[in-house]
């Protein structure tokens, strides 16, 4: 299983971007997705996530100007408004608990991440 993400670039203050993530494969379940960030210099934090039965969580810095939502089983979208200079980071897709298909079996694993994928907010 893989995580792909998709989206980010380069974009002025107050504008807008979309990441979107989708997990590889055949997949069963994913009990959470989300985004997290991570700044030169600094530890990762979390961004938004959100549940299989739609409960989203925020960081404080981002409520009201990003929702994150779930599109299907496998896949979360982060819609990110009137970007500040601050969000400016790598942004990395997450899922915790997830169920999928390798082969035949069922195989469970507690988390995975994606690549990364730069946004930059200029002033």
């Known amino acids: 299983v893989q995580l792909q993400a998709s989206g980010g670039g380069l974009v002025q203050a107050g504008g807008s971007l979309r990441l979107s993530c989708t997990a590889s494969g055949t997949i069963f379940n994913i009990l959470k997705m989300g985004w997290y960030r991570q700044r030169p210099g600094e530890t990762r934090e979390l961004v938004a996530d959100v549940t299989s039965g739609g409960s989203a969580n925020y960081a404080d810095s981002v409520k009201d100007r990003f929702t994150i939502s779930r599109d299907n089983i496998k896949t979360v979208t982060l819609q990110m408004s009137s970007l500040k200079p601050e969000d400016t980071a790598v942004y990395y897709c997450?899922?915790?608990?997830?169920?999928?298909?390798?082969?035949?079996?069922?195989?469970?694993?507690?988390?995975?991440w994606g690549q990364g994928t730069q946004v930059t907010v200029s002033s």
């Open positions: 997450h899922v915790d608990k997830i169920a999928y298909a390798d082969g035949q079996q069922y195989v469970t694993d507690y988390e995975r």
